[in-house]
């Protein structure tokens, strides 16, 4: 399951088909170091998207594999 402290990085290596989803949402960068050190809430809160509403989408996305 993935949550809010997960790293982005992580994320994406176990679960590729997410990428559409942080793109979607304006993640650009997925390969970068931040990428590594940065859980998805830091993300959200970079970007300005509601942590909760966007764990959920990549969850959906991940239960699709």
């Given at each position: 399951?993935?949550k809010?402290d997960?790293?982005?990085a992580e994320?994406?290596e176990?679960?590729?088909?997410?990428?559409?989803?942080?793109?979607?949402?304006?993640?650009?960068?997925?390969?970068?170091?931040m990428a590594?050190?940065e859980?998805?809430?830091?993300?959200c809160?970079?970007?300005?998207?509601?942590?909760?509403?966007?764990?959920?989408?990549?969850?959906?996305?991940?239960k699709?594999?």
């Amino acid at each position: 399951m993935i949550k809010k402290d997960s790293k982005i990085a992580e994320v994406i290596e176990k679960y590729p088909d997410t990428v559409e989803v942080f793109v979607e949402a304006g993640f650009h960068c997925m390969g970068c170091a931040m990428a590594a050190l940065e859980t998805i809430e830091e993300g959200c809160t970079v970007h300005g998207i509601d942590v909760d509403e966007f764990v959920e989408k990549l969850n959906k996305k991940r239960k699709k594999d």
